[in-house]
T-cell receptor
Framework: TQLLEQSPQFLSIQEGENLTVYCNSSSVFSSLQWYRQEPGEGPVLLVTVVTGGEVKKLKRLTFQFGDARKDSSLHITAAQPGDTGLYLCAGAQTGGGADGLTFGKGTHLIIQP | KAGVTQTPRYLIKTRGQQVTLSCSPISGHRSVSWYQQTPGQGLQFLFEYFSETQRNKGNFPGRFSGRQFSNSRSEMNVSTLELGDSALYLC????????????????FGPGTRLTVL
């Protein structure tokens, strides 16, 4: 079983601050996705990273895939209350097995005004 | 396009009963995956259906089953409910089937909140 560890589990910061959340594994993934989930809703895909070392930017969000494709990070610049939510990373297997996407348990992010 | 819809949104059952949850994927999507989300375990993969065939299955007991119809709509069934089955059950649809080395964009529904008393 491929596991994804996310840290921190909970993060509460003030509006305007910067933050980074991490997604780590001892396994290699062919790709990694980041989702945001708000209360009462399903996760919404933010980005998919595929190539080791890849960096993608989505407005104030910067996503990086580790060189070895075992880890990823999400950096938010100048956080806003609208960024509040559960951030989930999910990895797609490189081969063998058949258990779909592997999700981390998520980082609960609260941005206080 | 309309998004993924799941019915019912909330459900309360008692131990030993069975339950059927429904998912309608985005029009044109042929793959439907089911996940269980709990605070302790996070999101765990249950199974994936593509063109009415179960392609992948997660590590859940046989009490959890599913099926997909010719119009791609899917149902999942849980028999002999246990307290630990209380969770948010999420359905996700995508255009293509998942698999090793395949990255497909999944669109999630709002989920069905199941409470087992």
């Amino acid at each position: 079983t491929q596991l994804l560890e996310q840290s921190p589990q909970f993060l509460s910061i003030q509006e305007g601050e910067n933050l980074t959340v991490y997604c780590n594994s001892s396994s290699v993934f062919s790709s990694l996705q980041w989702y945001r989930q708000e209360p009462g809703e399903g996760p919404v895909l933010l980005v998919t990273v595929v190539t080791g070392g890849e960096v993608k930017k989505l407005k104030r969000l910067t996503f990086q895939f580790g060189d070895a494709r075992k880890d990823s990070s999400l950096h938010i610049t100048a956080a806003q209350p609208g960024d509040t939510g559960l951030y989930l990373c999910a990895g797609a297997q490189t081969g063998g097995g058949a258990d779909g996407l592997t999700f981390g348990k998520g980082t609960h992010l609260i941005i206080q005004p | 396009k309309a998004g993924v819809t799941q019915t019912p949104r909330y459900l309360i059952k008692t131990r030993g009963q069975q339950v059927t949850l429904s998912c309608s994927p985005i029009s044109g999507h042929r793959s439907v995956s089911w996940y269980q989300q709990t605070p302790g375990q996070g999101l765990q993969f249950l199974f994936e259906y593509f063109s009415e065939t179960q392609r992948n299955k997660g590590n859940f007991p046989g009490r959890f089953s599913g099926r997909q119809f010719s119009n791609s709509r899917s149902e999942m069934n849980v028999s002999t409910l246990e307290l630990g089955d209380s969770a948010l059950y999420l359905c996700a649809s995508s255009e293509i089937a998942g698999g090793p080395g395949i990255t497909n964009e999944q669109f999630f529904g709002p989920g069905t909140r199941l409470t087992v008393l």
